[in-house]
Every structure is written in C-alpha cells, then in structure tokens.
C-alpha cells in the first residue's frame, strides 16, 4: 500500500531536501503536499487526510507540537523531524514516537518509515477484524468491505443501491449519492450479496431490492427510490418479478 504523507516544514529546503530522499529510498510514499507552517499544514490535513505526516518541530509562531494540539483527535502516524537534540526528543523517545534528525540520514528514514508503515497495516487488520466480529456477531446486518484506492471502506449493505460492472471492474452507488469503483467483478458482487436482497436485473445490473419502487412492465425497467430507472433483461425478468413479489 501506499502511504499518504504531508510534509511540514518551514524551510523549503528542508521540505525538498526531505521529498527528494523519500521519492528516491522510500518510494511506498506517496506525498500529497507540503506545507511551511501549522495553518498551512492544518487545511492541507483536512483537505487530504494523511496516513503519514512528517513534522518539523521547530517553527516560526507555532511548532509542531501546538499542530497537534490543533487537531486532538487524529488517525494520521507522525515522524518528528529535528535539527535539534533537545528537550524535546527525550519526550518524544519517553513517548515511544518516531523522530529523525537533521542532516537527514536516509537509512534512519527508511527504518522510520518502516515502522510506521507496520503500524499502519495492524490498524487496517485491526479494523478487518473488527468487521469480521460484527458480522459474524449480527449475520443479518452485514457490513461489506469494498477496496477503493489503498484503502478498505466498511459500508452498511442496505445503504448500496445498485452495482453496475465495467468489465473487472464494478461501479457501488450509494443512498446518500456516493459511488466507489472497485476491483471486483459484478459476479463477485452477485455471489456476496444476493442473500441480503440484491438480484441481477441486467448482464451489468445488480440492484437492492429495498431501494426499487417499481417494476415498469412496459419498458421492463426498475423505478429506484431515488429517482434512477435500470434496464431488466429479458431473460432476467421472471427472477426479478418472483424476487419482488417476495419482498
């Protein structure tokens, strides 16, 4: 995987000297921005949340410490950067946090960035698991983990409205208006979720019978609660008349 990180300095030499090591000896990173101050760095966190932030503690009006303090609650990792060995390392090592210091050694880099990336992985199987419990737990309120980018999404079953596949590829729209494309066929899809209410109403078609409003005979379409119409095949329209006459 991928990890998103931001760098936060407030010396673009630094900031560069930093992106320059990590694109060429620690390329599992992938820099969505930089920022030369804790305003910067606050909106850019919030913009484009990280899995990774590299932070410089020394700097101008505020340091990385008070960015912290900013934001209380966060899910990001955090690598210190220092060109100092002061008090503050010595709390940061009390507090077990990662930190490297300037001039910049690139195999401390990679062995920080290694540790974090460890950490990382744990939460997400963490997070699996968790789902596995809940499911397991409550069999008749699923909730399915859809892979989008480098990242897992736990959604709710009943809260997709539709699939529709695109070759190895399906599209996963949502009430709320959201959409995911996933790596997975729609036959996968088929597979995992026809138990809960889903029924294949076209080769690139499959729809949550809890959202459909009405079977249209006359164009052999399905009125979805949200205003959308999808095509039933004809070969498909006996299942999905006898599936809606069950719900």
């Avoid at 949340?49 to 009006?61: A, S, T």
């Avoid at 076209?202 to 949200?226: I, P, Q, R």
């Amino acid at each position: 995987m991928k990890l998103k990180s931001i760098i936060v300095d407030d010396e673009k030499h630094g900031r560069e000297n930093l992106a320059g090591i990590l694109r060429e000896y620690c390329t599992e990173v992938e820099l969505l921005g930089e920022a030369a101050s804790v305003e910067a760095a606050l909106s850019l966190i919030r913009e484009q949340p990280p899995h990774l932030v590299f932070l410089d503690i020394e700097m101008p009006r505020a340091n990385g410490f008070q960015l912290l303090e900013h934001l209380q609650d966060f899910s990001f990792e955090v690598i210190f950067v220092t060109a100092y060995d002061n008090y503050a390392i010595k709390a940061i090592r009390f507090s077990a946090a990662d930190y490297i210091l300037k001039p910049i050694n690139r195999n401390d880099l990679k062995v920080a960035v290694e540790k974090v990336a460890g950490r990382i992985r744990e939460k997400q199987e963490n997070h699996r698991m968790k789902q596995l419990y809940h499911n397991l737990s409550q069999p008749g309120n699923p909730r399915i983990g859809l892979p989008s980018g480098d990242r897992i999404e736990y959604v709710d079953v009943d809260k997709i409205v539709r699939c529709q596949g695109e070759g190895n590829y399906t599209h996963i729209y949502f009430e709320d208006g959201k959409h995911l494309l996933v790596a997975k066929t729609l036959v996968e899809f088929e597979d995992l979720l026809q138990e809960f209410g889903f029924v294949r109403a076209h080769k690139t078609h499959l729809v949550n019978l809890k959202h459909v409003e009405a079977f249209l005979k006359s164009g052999s379409l399905l009125n979805l609660k949200n205003g959308e119409q999808i095509p039933v095949s004809r070969r498909r329209k006996e299942n999905v008349v006898e599936r809606l006459k069950r719900k």
